[in-house]
């Protein structure tokens, strides 16, 4: 039965790839329709196609693998099937002010990756002293069991 939904996605879902997400979800169930930024944040979709395909859609759109998205929840209202789509498109807004959110977007995660990376180089560091330390109190107690061995064989 073909069925046609009226999804609002609420999230970390702008400037963050989840349009063109949602066509390659769209895409691998043969749903139409298409994605759009809402003013209020959400990102609004209305996808039509076979019912059991929506319900596969829709768990898909929650993205749980994408590392960049985050859904908080997604509201699902069903409206009368049209059939007026003939593919699935994410709809854009203006050139200049989508390309600055997504530059912004990109600057703020490229201070936290590098954020993560001087930690993760102090971490490194950490543990490199810790090992030189490791290695210097084996080789004194190897020093210490060498002569203890020297000794043992010069009694006997």
């Not at 009226?6 to 298409?34: D, E, F, W």
């Not at 498109?89 to 590098?114: C, I, N, T, W």
């Amino acid at each position: 039965m073909q069925k046609r939904l009226s999804i609002l996605v609420s999230g970390r879902v702008q400037g963050v790839g989840y349009r063109g997400y949602a066509r390659l979800i769209a895409n691998r169930y043969c749903v139409t329709g298409y994605a759009s930024n809402e003013p209020d944040g959400r990102v609004s979709i209305i996808a039509e196609g076979d019912e059991l395909a929506l319900d596969q859609f829709v768990t898909d759109l929650y993205a749980k693998d994408e590392p960049l998205i985050e859904v908080q929840s997604i509201e699902v209202s069903e409206l009368p099937y049209v059939g007026e789509f003939a593919h699935f498109e994410p709809h854009f807004g203006d050139f200049q002010k989508e390309m600055f959110v997504r530059s912004e977007l990109a600057l703020e995660y490229m201070r936290e990756m590098l954020k993560l990376q001087k930690r993760s180089l102090k971490t490194q560091t950490d543990m490199l002293d810790a090992l030189r330390d490791m290695k210097k109190e084996s080789k004194k107690r190897r020093e210490v069991l060498e002569r203890m061995i020297e000794a043992i064989h010069s009694q006997g």
